[in-house]
């Protein structure tokens, strides 16, 4: 039996928990192999090896391993195009490319303000570090203005990039997650005040492949 992939990481990391989420859709098996962060275990030597910037995701393929989730999602799509959701990164240049930009929206534009609002709303409480409103507030002015474009786009279709789920959606389930349930106002921007938004998030966070991953967090 071949060797399962192997992704280093903790399932908490958005970054990781994206790239699982991939492996669900296609149906492909894995490892998760534990990096303590607290101990930082990511800037050992061997670590540095599979990634020299010092980050999870870390990925392995028998003899192959790669950094950066979403040229891993990629990866994996193109590898196992029969594998699984075979829509997942499209099956034409122009799907393809549609996803590509949708993905890069995600990168570009959704991923650094909600981000800051993950780590702000999220992280900084459980590491007791003190959250800084200044960041807070801006960051969710920009998330809204994201979330205005994408709420017009999810009028039109009922996915990102079409009729379809894709990668482009999947990005986006990890850094949402965090922020539905944040203590503050800040999930009314899925849940509530934009209704394609909401009608978006209620449908793919109920996707099997995101929900086993959900399953992996620790509980509270
Ligand atoms: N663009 C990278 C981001 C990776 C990233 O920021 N990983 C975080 C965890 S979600 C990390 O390793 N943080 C530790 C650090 O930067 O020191 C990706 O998508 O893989």
């Not at 990629?74 to 075979?86: L, Q, S």
């Not at 990164?89 to 909600?114: H, V």
């Not at 920009?142 to 789920?165: N, P, Q, S």
């Not at 999930?187 to 938004?197: C, D, I, Y």
Request: charge should be neutral; aromatic fraction near 10%; glycine fraction near 4%.
């Amino acid at each position: 039996m071949a060797t399962p992939v192997q992704v280093y990481g903790p399932a908490l990391s958005t970054a990781v928990s994206r790239v699982l989420t991939c492996l669900n859709e296609k149906d492909i098996p894995f490892q998760l192999v534990p990096v303590n962060m607290s101990k930082e275990e990511h800037r050992s030597p061997d670590f540095l090896k599979i990634h020299p910037f010092a980050q999870v995701p870390a990925f392995q393929d028998d003899h192959i391993s790669l950094f950066e989730s979403r040229a891993i999602c990629r990866y994996v799509c193109e590898k196992h195009i029969e594998k699984g959701n075979r829509e997942l990164y499209g099956t034409n240049p122009l799907a393809k490319a549609s996803i590509d930009q949708w993905l890069e929206a995600e990168g570009q534009n959704f991923n650094p303000p909600s981000s800051t609002l993950v780590f702000q709303l999220a992280f900084a409480p459980r590491m007791k570090v003190k959250q800084d409103e200044g960041a807070i507030k801006q960051s969710k002015e920009k998330l809204k203005k994201v979330l205005d474009v994408y709420d017009r786009k999810l009028g039109e279709t009922r996915y990102l990039a079409g009729e379809e789920f894709t990668l482009a959606d999947l990005s986006h389930l990890p850094n949402i997650h965090y922020l539905v349930s944040a203590d503050d106002d800040t999930a009314s921007l899925f849940t509530s005040e934009r209704e394609n938004v909401r009608r978006w998030w209620t449908e793919i966070s109920a996707r099997e492949s995101w929900k086993k991953v959900v399953d992996l967090y620790p509980k509270p």
